[in-house]
């Protein structure tokens, strides 16, 4: 034990840059821990295999033979690459070991045992989108590892505005949201940016979009089964049958007798179901809305408001994706992204 403790105090007093040296000389050879006593986080799938893709960048030369280097040279479009006389070599999707092995392969008909170093100049294949009340809207590249407060730093922090002489948000953080993979991440950025929950500020990963809905926004969202999805411009005194009017009507394949209404967060809407059927025949009044109400029209008949949140909910998401960035999310989002 003298022996560690002399060892540690030597490395830190001659070389700061050992302070990370493992004690795992002492204890279980997988443990991730330093003298810091932390854990080391654990990488993500996608940076555990990093593969190369069109735009990224790389520095190419043969080993011991400088005349053959070549910088930034980039994936094309098509995902290949051209060194020397290794033509259009298919490096997208590979790793940088990969491509260095399929280029030693391809250049082995012209040189003796070739040995290619390969080493990334810039990644610009692995984009993530930041869309919304954010000063600087756009697609950003995932050139290291960036968390969500990282990602909203680099586009500039949530847009602000005044009230009564302060400075606020503009950011409705209860319906603001990060979809991966066609799914949204159980994040809660209320928690992250209001509480400072540092447990919610996750990493980011090729291909996110974080979005974060206006908290000034005087809109209504009629989804579903009308004619032209999308967005009413808040009116005095809205309607359901209104909102629905100026978007177009009902398809003849929608589902009248239930129009669902949801207000409020995301995470835990109030919800209300509205027999349009019955306004339009004079037994019951119309709905009043609110700002940023969200009216789901279905196709199907269904029983529960469980039933049809989630898919209400799911379009809606769709919806922002769609119109601030004109791609839709591939595949659609598919899991429960309400809590019931």
Do not use: H
């Not at 040189?111 to 919304?132: D, E, F, M």
């Not at 005194?237 to 995301?266: D, E, M, N, Q």
């Not at 039933?307 to 960035?325: C, E, G, K, N, Y």
């Amino acid at each position: 034990m003298r022996k560690k403790t002399a060892l540690i105090v030597l490395c830190l007093t001659l070389a700061p840059g050992c302070a990370l040296v493992s004690l795992a000389a002492d204890s279980d050879a997988s443990s991730p821990r330093s003298l810091s006593g932390v854990a080391q986080p654990k990488r993500a799938d996608w940076q555990q295999r990093l593969t190369l893709g069109p735009g990224d960048l790389l520095n190419l030369m043969l080993l011991d033979q400088p005349d053959t280097a070549r910088t930034d040279v980039p994936i094309g479009p098509d995902g290949r690459i051209t060194f020397l006389q290794a033509r259009q070599i298919m490096a997208a999707g590979l790793t940088i070991d990969e491509l260095r092995a399929k280029l030693d392969e391809a250049l082995g008909n012209y040189y003796q045992n070739p040995r290619t170093i390969v080493t990334p100049a810039a990644y610009n294949s692995k984009k993530y989108y930041v869309l919304g009340a954010v000063v600087n809207k756009g697609v950003y590249n995932l050139d290291r590892p960036l968390t969500v407060i990282e990602a909203v730093a680099r586009a500039g922090g949530l847009e602000t505005g005044l009230f009564e002489q302060r400075s606020v948000e503009l950011a409705d953080l209860s319906r603001s949201f990060i979809v991966r993979n066609g799914d949204r991440l159980p994040v809660d950025l209320e928690r992250l940016f209001q509480r400072g929950d540092l447990s919610q500020n996750v990493p980011l990963a090729p291909g996110d979009y974080i979005y974060f809905a206006s908290a000034t926004a005087n809109e209504i969202y009629v989804l579903g089964e009308v004619a032209r999805p999308g967005i009413v411009a808040y009116a005095p005194k809205p309607t359901v049958i209104s909102v629905i009017s100026a978007r177009g009507g009902f398809t003849r394949k929608s589902f009248r007798s239930k129009v669902l209404v949801v207000r409020g967060s995301l995470s835990t809407p109030e919800t209300f179901v509205v027999d349009t059927s019955d306004i339009l025949a004079g037994k019951s009044q119309d709905f009043k809305l609110q700002p940023r109400d969200i009216v789901y029209i279905s196709q199907n008949p269904w029983v529960k408001v469980g039933d049809i949140l989630d898919i209400a909910a799911r379009a809606f998401m769709q919806s922002f994706v769609v119109t601030a960035t004109t791609r839709k999310v591939e595949p659609l989002i598919n899991d429960s992204i309400i809590d019931r």
